[in-house]
């Protein structure tokens, strides 16, 4: 009776074991939410949990713009030309951070804007917080007007303030315009 008792521990565990193993790509290497799309140096495409995309805007930064309209693609302006050279750059460089962390995100949503899109701060698996590393390359500037509803504002005024001195990115350029100066006198 003894060693059928042992049989019958070890088999339970074993199959405990099997069972929680199966579902642990939900807990390891697939958490978080599945990155669609990069649309630009501030907005992803995510797909929630039920397979429906929705876009995420990142908290607390405003990064360059990138063209969208083959007008914009084909433009000479020199204004448009130095948005468009770090928008891409920007963009550029959160491909790469998606890539990285298995394009996967984990979203602390803190709001949402007036065009239905989710207003997020935007981590990878391993906790490195995407907006700070816009913020400390120079490819996005801390967007003051939203900073309130930013729960890590201590952070990214810091990382900016960083690339600032060092004259990182966009602070290395003396004709860059701010995005959110772009957007109210080129895009009409």
């Known amino acids: 009776m003894e060693r059928l008792t042992k049989s019958v521990r070890f088999w339970l565990c074993a199959t405990i074991i099997i069972w929680g193993l199966m579902g ?3 807990f390891i290497g697939n958490s978080g939410e599945s990155v669609e799309r990069v649309s630009d140096g501030d907005t992803l495409v995510v797909k929630d949990t039920n397979g429906k995309n929705f876009t995420v805007r990142f908290a607390c930064v405003d990064a ?3 063209a969208h309209t083959n007008k914009e693609k084909q ?12 928008g891409v750059k920007a963009q550029e460089r959160v491909q790469q951070l998606v890539q990285q962390g298995g394009d996967r995100v984990t979203l602390n949503i803190t709001d949402s804007d007036r065009y239905g899109r989710k207003i997020a701060e935007v981590r990878l698996k391993n906790g490195t917080f995407v907006q700070q590393v816009l913020l400390q390359e120079g490819l996005a500037k801390v967007y003051r007007p939203y900073l309130n509803k930013c729960p890590s504002k201590d952070l990214v005024q810091q990382a900016e303030a960083e690339a600032k001195e060092q004259r990182l990115g966009v602070w290395s350029d ?3 315009v701010n995005p959110w100066e772009y957007r109210s006198l080129y895009k009409k």
């Open 24 to 26: 642990c790509d939900r």
């Open 64 to 66: 360059p713009e990138i």
């Open 75 to 86: 433009s000479k302006r020199t204004s448009d030309r130095n948005q468009f050279t770090w």
């Open 174 to 176: 003396t004709k860059f």
